[in-house]
């Protein structure tokens, strides 16, 4: 049984960073990409970026270039997720999914909800 | 980017009913690449449909998918209770990935 399981809650300030850690079990995790969504409290579900393991390429949603940063350590199967200079409105839960074939998302980690507040 | 839009907004049904949820997209979702996510409260999102029409591994067949080109939709033939949640579209033809708004289908 695939399983993401992500690292814990979160409070930061306006203009943090946050690293959110994604890791992975039960399949081979150079064989498929990771990607990244949010759903800020209340709202829908919004894409941020999608990382290929194997070839250790991304890519990033427009709306989030200069402040994302997507990696992996094949070493630990582990995804994570940077986001700098934090606003207010990054406040939400961020997933990771593995990502399969051309980009359907089967597995989902638990969700980390991140906080950003003065 | 490619826009999706999911109606209706929320959708009142009574157990053993049938439901129809629709996804619209602004331009063509070429290959079909569209999948559909159930969401419960607290949980991620689970995968129903992947592909515009292929069931995701244990989804049982009152789910089904249809659709190409810019016009999807999500058919679940008869409800059953634990059905009730928000319902999502997904496109990941065309860069950036993008998600419908939801669709809420609450018990009436």
């Known amino acids: 049984q695939v399983q993401l399981v992500q690292s814990g809650a979160e409070v930061k300030k306006p203009g943090d960073s946050l690293k959110v850690s994604c890791k992975a079990s039960d399949y081979t995790f150079s064989a498929y990409g990771i990607s990244w969504v949010r759903q800020a409290p209340g709202q829908g579900l919004e894409w941020l970026g999608w990382i290929s393991v194997y070839k250790h390429t991304t890519n990033d949603a427009h709306k989030f270039q200069g402040r994302v940063n997507l990696t992996t350590d094949t070493a630990t199967s582990t995804a994570y997720l940077e986001l700098r200079t934090l606003r207010s409105d990054d406040t939400a839960v961020y997933y990771c999914?593995?990502?399969?074939?051309?980009?359907?998302?089967?597995?989902w980690g638990q969700g980390t909800l991140v906080t950003v507040s003065s | 980017e490619i826009v999706l839009t999911q109606s209706p907004g929320t959708l009142s049904l009574s157990p053993g009913e049938r439901a129809t949820l629709s996804c619209r997209a602004s331009h063509s979702v070429s290959s079909n690449y569209l999948a559909w996510y159930q969401q419960k409260p607290g949980l991620a999102p689970r995968l129903l449909i992947y592909?515009?029409?292929s069931r995701a591994t244990g989804i049982p067949d009152r789910f089904s998918g249809s659709g190409s080109g810019t016009d999807f939709t999500l058919t679940i033939s008869r409800l059953e209770p634990e059905d009730f949640a928000v319902y999502y579209c997904?496109?990941?033809?065309?860069?950036?990935?993008?998600f419908g708004q939801g669709t809420k289908l609450e018990i009436k």
């Open positions: 997904h496109q990941y033809s065309t860069s950036p990935d993008t």
């Open positions: 999914a593995r990502a399969n074939g051309m980009g359907w998302l089967p597995s």
């Open positions: 592909g515009a029409s």
